[in-house]
Structure formats: C-alpha cells, structure tokens
C-alpha cells in the first residue's frame, strides 16, 4: 500500500509541476502582449491584423499564383508561402538524392571513389551557407545572355535570366496532373506496403520500386487517356533580351535551390554513411557467404536496415532546410520573410504581428513535416521488428 501510495503522490506532484509551469508561461504571454498592446497604443500605432487586407503596392517576380502590387498583403504573403514550400521541396528532394549518392560512396571500397566523396562532403559541410548562396548567384548571374543562352534539346534554356523550361498551355492542367500523380504514388504505395507486410521475407528478391512507379505513373496516365484532354507544351521561345512562352526559374530561385541542396547533402552525406556502417558487419559477411554481389547486398540488405536509423537525423536535416530557406533574402528572392517579414514589416510599422505570422508559419512547416517523417519512422519501425 505504501508503493501505491508513494506512485499516487508522484504522480499527483508531477501534475502538480506541469499546471505550475502552464500558468507561469501563460501569465507571462498574457504580460508581454498587455505591454506590447499599451506601447502601441501610446505610439498611435494600431495593432492587429487587419492590414493584410490592404493594397501592398509591391511587385513580386516569381510567384505561383497570380498576383500584382494592387493585390492585398495577404495575396503577397501567400505568395511568399508558395514560394518558400516550392524551394524547400526542391531543395529536399535534390539534397535527398545528393545525401544518398556521397553516402553510399563514402563507404565504397574504391578507395578513390571513398576519398573524393570525402574530402567533397568535408568541403562542403565546413563553408558556410551564405558563402554557397552568394557563390551559386554569383554564378548565374555570370551566365550567357539570352542570346547566346545553352539550350537543352532545344526546349529549355539556361542564361543569366535564369532557367527557362517548357509550360503547359493551361496551367491548370499542370496542378491537376501534379495531384493525380501523388495521390496515384500515395495510393501505390499504401497498397503495395500492405500487400508485402503480408508476406514472408525472401531474401534478395527481385526490386519492387519498379512496380511502384508504374502503379504510380500509370493512374494520372489512364486518368489523362479517359478525360480526352489535349496536352498542349508552351515551349521557350528567344525574343529580343528575353524569353517569350515556358516558365523561367529566375537566378534567386536557382542559386537558393543550389545552395540549400548542395550544402544540405554533405550533412545528409555523413548521416547516410553513419547509417550504414552501424549495420553489423555480420550482413555483409553472410551476403558474402551466400554469393551476393556488393552491390546487391547493399541495395537489398543493408540499406533497409539503415533507413530507420537515419531518419530521425535526415529529419532534422530537412527542418533545417525549411528554415535556411529564408535566407533567400541575401540574394532578393521573395520567399516568406522577404516579402511578409521585410518589405510588408517596412511598409506597414506592423512589426510584431508581421514576424509573429512569419513565426508561426515556419513552426506550422516544421510541425507538419515532423510528423510526417515521424509517420514514416513509425511505419519503417514496425516493419523492421
């Protein structure tokens, strides 16, 4: 009875605790908006939110959605979002693949091939961010002009205008082909990750990725073939000091890309190599034994078992590139603290509601994306015991 008692008064002392810590943070928000609301209200400056429904006056040069400066504050600051979750997916995937390639040649036996991936990722990880941000648009803007831009196969161009690829004539048809092709990969996936949770283990069998990708390409292809719909390619076009028709990624956007990816890789690089050579040197010796090949053997036996423990690290990783992205503002590429938490802050005096919104949108990324790779942690944890 004493153990039940003492286990009681723990645990009503630790509730105890945590309503303590509750009510002090609590009591101190309550504290720091009263004084921020009395100091403005002394200054005359007006506070809330309602400013977002204001003309901006600003001109934003990439964005996703339309938009001029005649449109409000809140158009530009969804703008700005746009723009900074399509440079973080960018910069995730391409760092992604990147991460994996270094890694998996950091532990080669090549010894050239593990040497010069070494000192690459070392370079790489020890300058700083900004140094590759500047260095990357430095870069682009040492490009050809446009008319003397390099064209690839004749359908995209690279100058220093930046990168402009091919277009769909209806740019609608792009967001629904773009939806059908992830949920028709999410779809897949779930499907064929279910049907092999089922069945037994047999060895290093043949890839099923391959299925996969199919699955997932063949759905938004039998959607598009049913509809009747007519793609139609607005390809790039030189006239005069400028590209007409396609989609220009503009020098900004490009060197951030570069930058984030590149610098993100060399640390996605070293946790990759730290995954796989925590794999007990016993799977290597049995594939060995049993006549697999490296390569094989590491596809289908010792990359599996590194995943789970490189994801809470690579997790990490991509926070990190979802926050570095606002460092799109050295260079002047409008992403969400360029625009909502620079110029709009200039303009309007509302600096506390301006970075609150920017705070918030950025933990709103970091929490969603958090669980989603937890999600998966989770899924790949199951699977692995």
Known sequence: MSL???????????????LAVLIAVAAASYWLISEASTNLDAKGIASGFGFLDDRAGYDISFHLIDYTPDDTYFRAYLVGLLNTLLVSAMSIALATV???LLGVCRVSPNWLVSRLSYLLVEFLRNVPLVVHLIWWYSLTLALPGVRQAIPFFDVAYLSNRGLILPWSSDGSLIGWGILCIGLGGLMGSLVMGRYLARQPWKGLGPSRWPAIL?????????????????????LPVSHGFSFRGGVALT???????????????????EIVRGAIQSVPRGQYEAADA????????????????????????????????????????????????SSTGGTTLNQ?????????????????????????????????????H
Request: charged share 10%.
């Open 251 to 269: 020098p900004e956007l490009l060197a951030l890309w570069l930058a984030l990816s590149i610098y993100s890789a060399s640390y996605i690089a």
């Open 214 to 234: 199919a699955g997932a390409v063949l759905l938004p292809v039998a959607c598009y073939w049913c509809s009747g719909a007519h793609w139609q390619w607005n």
């Open 4 to 18: 039940i008692r003492q286990l009681q008064n723990a645990r009503l002392l630790s509730v105890v605790q945590q």
């Open 290 to 337: 049993l006549g697999f090949r490296e390569r094989k053997a590491m596809a289908k036996l010792i990359i599996p078992q590194a995943i789970y423990p490189m994801i809470p690290q690579v997790t990490s990783t991509y926070l990190n590139i979802i926050k570095n992205s606002s460092l799109g503002v050295v260079v002047g590429f409008m992403e969400l603290v």
């Open 348 to 384: 309007t005096g509302q600096a506390i509601e301006c970075i609150a919104l920017v705070m918030a949108t950025y933990c709103v990324f970091s929490l969603v994306t958090s669980a989603l790779m937890n999600f998966y942690n989770h899924r790949v944890g199951l699977r692995t």
């Open 98 to 100: 990147l991460g994996v």
